[in-house]
């Protein structure tokens, strides 16, 4: 049925790779064709669409059309009620819903393992076509007609939207969705900008432009920089971060709110060396030196873990894995050709010394006089 009908409107929605076609019909806009799907990554499944007549878009309220693919091959779809109860995890079973459905049925093509459901649907007047919450939701466990809970992920609770179907293209009503998704967005792109771009940037600008390969007089200058610039967009995405983290009443992503407070705390203690750290006359300048070194290296080590835990969980499309692999391949190109150079350079110096005796080569980036030789 689905593929036999021209559908005249059509939306890519925003969670779970779902794309959404309806039609509406002219002589009776409460009368509307649909055709919604996604790709299983499972050879058993569910997959679910549903509209909510209340206030806002929710799982709870939902009467749903769900599609499930058994563990033969075979395929079912029918009518359910999402209740209070199915949230504590008691049983989905087939129901009757106020919404008359007709034509009901589901496909799935083998070759790209995409399992989508067609209806015909006439809603009540209670349901304005204008203003419909809806909502869709893919599991990978059944027990017969019964779908099973689904993952408790990002993608999985951001699956709600009020869209306009009278609209040429579907536009979103409801903004409250859409402000969540632009926050997490932008919380994303502060914090691979500063904590994960600027910051490595910074600490190639210490190591390299202080003596070797390419000694610059500014080099302490663009290193303050690079980290102060890093650490305000990067605590500005941590704010962010909590923010969401703390009106969120469906999910918790331990982990990566405690590896963002660790790399908050520990960038501040980096970033106030600029006013404690100690003279370059000081004893303890030298284990100073160490210190700050290791903990900023050991804090790119959990920022980039962070932020692949980060994309991991908001799931866009792989094009902001693929960009941030790339920009750290850049960087780590970068800072090897650096370290070859400088390492070549030096060999090439203690080498060429032939009646001094060289040093070993001193710490980069700490702050130290130049390179210093004596005579045997």
């Known amino acids: 049925m689905a593929l036999t009908k021209n559908f005249s409107k059509c939306k890519k929605l925003h969670a779970l790779r779902a794309e959404f076609a309806w039609k509406n019909h002219q002589n009776d806009p409460q009368t509307i064709d649909i055709f919604i799907g996604t790709k299983l990554d499972s050879d058993v499944g569910w997959f679910a669409w549903g ?4 206030k806002i878009p929710q799982m709870v309220g939902t009467r749903a059309l769900i599609g499930i693919k058994h563990p033969n091959g075979s395929l079912t779809i029918n009518t359910y009620k999402v ?8 049983r989905l079973l ?3 819903i106020d919404v008359k459905v007709r034509h009901m049925s589901p496909l799935y093509l083998d070759q790209n393992g995409y399992f989508a459901i067609s209806a015909t649907l006439v809603l009540p007047l209670a349901y304005n076509v204008s203003r419909l919450n809806h909502v869709w939701q893919v599991g990978y466990a059944v027990a017969g007609t019964v779908p099973k809970m689904h993952q408790r992920t990002l993608q999985n609770f951001a699956s709600t939207a009020t869209i306009d179907l009278t609209s040429a293209r579907g536009r979103s009503v409801s903004r409250v969705g859409i402000h969540r998704r632009d926050m997490r967005m932008i919380h994303g792109i502060l914090n691979i900008l500063g904590w994960g771009t600027l910051l490595p940037i910074g600490v190639i600008i210490a190591r390299y432009f202080n003596r070797y390969p390419l000694p610059s007089k500014r080099w302490f200058a663009f290193h303050v920089f690079c980290q102060t610039t890093g ?4 605590t500005a995405g941590w704010g962010i971060g909590l923010w969401l983290g703390s009106t969120s009443t469906n999910y918790h ?3 990566h709110r405690l590896l963002a407070i660790f790399i908050f705390t520990f ?17 303890y300048r030298t284990y100073w030196n160490m210190y700050h070194h290791f903990l900023g290296y050991g804090l790119l080590a959990v920022i980039i873990t962070n ?8 799931k866009p499309d792989n094009s902001w894995k693929w960009a941030y692999t790339g920009l750290l391949g850049l960087l780590a190109s970068t800072a090897l050709a650096f370290e070859i150079s400088t390492w070549i350079k030096f060999n090439r110096r203690d080498k060429s010394g032939k009646g001094t005796k060289t040093q070993s080569l001193p710490s980069q ?5 130049p390179l210093r030789t004596q005579a045997k």
């Not at 509209?51 to 209340?54: A, L, M, Q, R, S």
């Not at 209740?83 to 008691?90: E, I, Y």
């Not at 932020?307 to 908001?314: A, D, R, S």
């Not at 980036?365 to 006089?369: K, Y």
């Open 51 to 54: 509209v909510n007549p209340g």
């Open 83 to 90: 209740t209070g109860g199915t949230k504590l995890g008691c």
């Open 94 to 96: 087939p129901s009757e």
């Open 231 to 234: 650490y305000m967009l990067g």
């Open 253 to 255: 992503f331990p982990t």
């Open 267 to 283: 960038t501040t203690v980096q970033v106030l060396a600029l006013r404690f750290r100690p003279i370059k006359l000081d004893e």
């Open 307 to 314: 932020i692949f835990q980060g994309i991991k969980i908001l």
């Open 365 to 369: 980036g700490s702050g130290e006089t």
